[in-house]
Structure formats: C-alpha cells, structure tokens
C-alpha cells in the first residue's frame, strides 16, 4: 500500500475512447455529470496503482477520474449521480489506515468521510443510503474485528457500529431501495460467510440479533458474498464458490428467502471466476467481473443469466462496477 499524506488529484484523460462520436474529454465528462448518458464507476490498475474510472454503459469512452499515488477503490454512486463514495489509502502515513472519502462525479471537492483512530484500521465497500444522508461500509479495525458501520455526511469519526453483536466478520452492507433494511454477509453462526439481512432501526442502534434472518444455508466450505438488492427490491443477486473447482458463480435469490427458501438461481455456469454482481438502474441488466479472458474484465446479463456482454478489455483487472 503507497502511503503519502497528501497525495495529488487531478482528473486525467484516459486510455480509451470506443465510440465513433469525436468528443474532447471535458464535454464528455460533462455528459456523464449532468446525467445525459448512463455511466459505469469501477476501479483498475492500469498504472499498477488502483484508480477509478467512469465508462459508457457500454464499455465505450473509458475514463479516468482519479491520478495519485495511492489505492482508490470500491466507488459508489450516489443517488442523484452527482458524487462518488470510494475507500483510499490517500490520509495515511506510515500506519495504514484505509478510509472512506466522497467526490463529486468530475473528480473535484473530494471530503473525507471517516478518519481511523489508529494505523490497521481499514474502512471499505462505502454504499450510499437511498435517500443519501448515510454511508454504510466494512471496517475492519486493527483489533481484529470487522462490522458494519453506518456514518452520516455531516458526521465525524467511524459512525455507529451495527452488527457488533455479531462476534464474527460481517461485510458489504447494501441497502435495500426503500432504506429499510439492509443486506450484508457474515460468519455469524457458521463460521463462513452467508447473506443475511436485517432492518436499519432509527434512530441507528446497534442490531439485536433476532432481527436478523439468514438468507441462504449451504455447508462449509461455501462461502456467498457481495449481496445486492434489486432496485424493485424484489431480488438479491451474490456470488458465491459454488461453481466446479471450488469458482465463484452469481446467483439470485429472493429477498424474503429464509434458510435458503426459496432456492437460489445460478445465473452463470462456467470455469472461471465470476464475482461482484451490481444492478443497472432499472434493474434490466446485472453487471459483473469476470476472469473468463485470462484477467478480470467488466460484463453485462440479463437478469436470467442469458446474453452475457463483455464490456471491457484490458490487461489489468477492471473490478467491482458500479452503475448509475
């Protein structure tokens, strides 16, 4: 991890421009703040350094948005699209600690959200709340515990810790569209990782455990990860390592499912590793990384699985899309 305690950002000009129209960088970016076209945020280490990047719904006119000499990763749209949450190395010495940060969707007037209380700390995986007042996210503190944390904007520190409870590694929250609940994985009680989901109490306490409920059940050494809810909040997709040879594939199960009731539907079906599944806005298309070419690329599918679209190609490994 590259640690600098004020490490520059600027926006750079990128890589690639696929489409045929002849824009400049600057109109383009324009056109993706104002909202005129949709818009992927991902990040890639195209430098070796893991930055964040916009493109086109379809892979086309790649951007980069952030330039510096630390890790920016994990961005998330927030709702209206006119900024970014995203975890960064950028605030740490030589301690190490990992911290959540919004920009807006050009790059500028970045402001850090959390501040670690001490080196090992790492806060990761920001999700915006519906109504974007709050960001839930991991935080793995040097202690060894990793929960959930819900911060406001306008608050400081690391927020109200939410799955303390637990005992156990909880991770990746997503909230539910409505904001009432969210979905996360922990190891709770199975000492792998599960989807489990649960009710955002207000004003935000901790969870009592018997709010929770289990989504899914499958023996050790199963591990499901990276549960999202469908904009309809009618479904949940995740992966998980259930494929042949131990691969992550992505799934879709119901977001009322107990104990793995109803089953899950296994959208993709092959040797590689698929993973880290998001939702288009209007919840026609999931979109996910996959490892099929050799690295790990971006690709599109229905929702049932059928017409997967590969959307980027490069030779560093695109991950962990998120689409506004």
């Not at 915006?128 to 515990?145: C, E, H, L, N, Q």
């Not at 709770?188 to 989504?215: E, F, N």
């Not at 119901?254 to 880290?276: M, Q, Y």
Request: hydrophobic share 30%; proline share 6%.
């Amino acid at each position: 991890m590259k640690r600098f305690l004020v490490p520059t950002f600027t926006i750079l000009a990128v890589l690639t421009f696929g489409a045929c129209e002849d824009l400049s960088f600057r109109d383009h970016l324009n056109r993706i703040v104002n909202g005129q076209i949709a818009r992927i945020a991902y990040h890639a280490g195209e430098s070796k350094i893991e930055e964040i990047y916009l493109m086109d719904s379809d892979g086309s006119h790649s951007l980069q948005l952030t330039d510096n000499l630390s890790e920016d990763l994990y961005p998330d749209w927030s709702p209206d699209g006119t900024r970014i949450a995203f975890s960064s190395d950028r605030s740490s010495s030589s301690d190490a600690a990992i911290d959540i940060f919004v920009m807006d969707a050009d790059g500028s007037n970045v402001v850090r959200i959390t501040t670690s209380s001490s080196g090992g700390d790492y806060n990761f995986r920001p999700e915006w709340s519906p109504d974007g007042t709050r960001i839930a996210y991991t935080r793995y503190a040097s202690g060894g515990d990793q929960d959930i944390y819900v911060i406001g904007l306008s608050e400081s520190g690391i927020g109200s810790n939410i799955t303390d409870y637990f005992g156990e590694m909880d991770g990746n929250p997503a909230w539910k569209p409505d904001g009432s609940a969210i979905v996360f994985m922990s190891r709770h009680d199975t000492g792998y990782w599960q989807i489990y989901r649960v009710a955002v109490k207000d004003p935000l306490s901790s969870i009592d455990v018997s709010d929770v409920t289990r989504m899914t059940n499958q023996p050790s050494p199963i591990k499901d990860q990276d549960p999202v809810w469908s904009p309809d909040g009618e479904s949940i997709v995740f992966y998980s390592n259930r494929g042949p040879g131990d691969t992550n594939e992505i799934y879709l199960i119901d977001a009322e499912a107990e104990n793995g009731v109803p089953p899950e539907i296994r959208l993709t079906d092959n040797t590689a590793d698929d993973k880290s599944p998001e939702w288009s806005p209007d919840g026609s298309k999931i979109i996910f990384v996959s490892d099929r070419s050799g690295n790990f690329d971006i690709y599109t599918m229905n929702p049932d699985g059928t017409h997967q679209v590969r959307l980027t190609d490069t030779i560093a490994n695109d991950n962990c899309p998120d689409w506004r």
